[in-house]
């Protein structure tokens, strides 16, 4: 694994850090928070998957 690979990965990870906090805060509701988080691990799975294709 080289730099071009672990830059980014900490990048995303700080990224969720930040917005973890606020996400769970507005989605108190079990429903409501596994729906939102299903989606968002879509999105984050569709765009690695795409970056992998690119690069």
Same mark, same amino acid.
């Not at 917005?19 to 507005?26: D, E, N, Q």
């Not at 108190?28 to 691990?41: A, D, E, H, Y």
């Given at each position: 694994?080289?730099?071009?690979?672990?830059?980014?990965?900490?990048?995303?990870?700080?990224?969720?850090?930040l917005v973890?906090?606020?996400?769970? !805060?507005?989605?108190? !509701? !079990?429903?409501?928070?596994? !729906?939102?988080?299903?989606?968002?691990?879509?999105?984050?799975?569709?765009?690695?998957?795409?970056?992998?294709?690119?690069?």
């Amino acid at each position: 694994m080289g730099l071009e690979e672990v830059i980014p990965s900490i990048a995303l990870i700080l990224v969720l850090i930040l917005v973890l906090p606020a996400f769970i !805060k507005s989605n108190l !509701k !079990k429903r409501v928070f596994f !729906k939102n988080l299903g989606i968002w691990g879509i999105i984050v799975l569709v765009l690695m998957i795409f970056l992998y294709f690119i690069f």
